[in-house]
C-alpha cells in the first residue's frame, strides 16, 4: 500500500490538503518514545501540522538530545509536563490550568503509548525539576485508533487542543479537534476491520 510520507495515510486517504496552520501563544515540544512518529496512528504530529514551530525529539533516558534540553530551558517560555498530578512526586509543583499570564506556556507532551508515556515519565530525570500540568479533560475520548489504556484517557492531540482551549489559543484548538476528526476518519476509512466500525452508528463511517 502506497502512503503519503507526510500524514503516513494510504494516499489515497491523504489529508495534507486539508491542513490549516494556525499561530498561538502556547509552544509544544513532543518528546517521542521510539519508533512513535512512524506509526500512523500516531497524533502527536497532527500538533506540528497545525503549530509549525512545534519541535519533537527522540526520547533517551541517559542522552537526551541537546537541543532538546536547550528548548525545554528557553528563557522565553514557562516549561511543563503535560501528565497526571497522581504521578507527581510529593513535593513537585502541580498546575491544573495553564498559565494565562507572563511567559508562554511550552507543554511537553510525552508521546507513546500509556506504558512508553509513564516509562519516559519516571525516567527522564533532566525533566524532574519542571511543574507538571495535570489537564482534566471532561469529553470522552474520540480516539479509536488503539485500545485506551484505562478510562477517561486521551490521546496527544485532544490534550493539545485542550490545552490550547484553556490557555486562550482558541483559533488554534479549534483547528487542532478539526484536523484531529479529519485524520481519525482518514485512519479508519483505510482500516474497513477496525473493530470500530462493528458497533459504531452508520454516520460515524
Known sequence: MLRCQ?????QKNCLCATIQPQTARSRFCLVMFDTEPM??????RLIADILPPTEAFGWSRTQPDPALLSAVAHPDYQPM????ASYA??????????????KPPLFIMLDGTWTEARKMFRKSPWLDALPVMSLNVTSPSRYTLREAHG???HCTAEVAAALLEQAGDTAAAQALQLHFE?????YLAGKPH??????APADEL
Do not use: I
Open 89 to 102: 512526586d510529593a513535593g513537585r509543583e502541580v498546575l491544573t490550568a495553564p498559565p494565562l499570564s507572563g
Open 81 to 84: 509536563v503535560v501528565f497526571p
Open 151 to 153: 478510562e477517561g484517557q
Open 182 to 186: 479529519y485524520f481519525r476518519h482518514a
Open 194 to 199: 477496525h473493530p470500530v466500525h462493528q458497533h
Open 39 to 44: 506509526k500512523p496512528s500516531n497524533t502527536g
Open 6 to 10: 507526510r500524514c503516513l495515510l494510504p
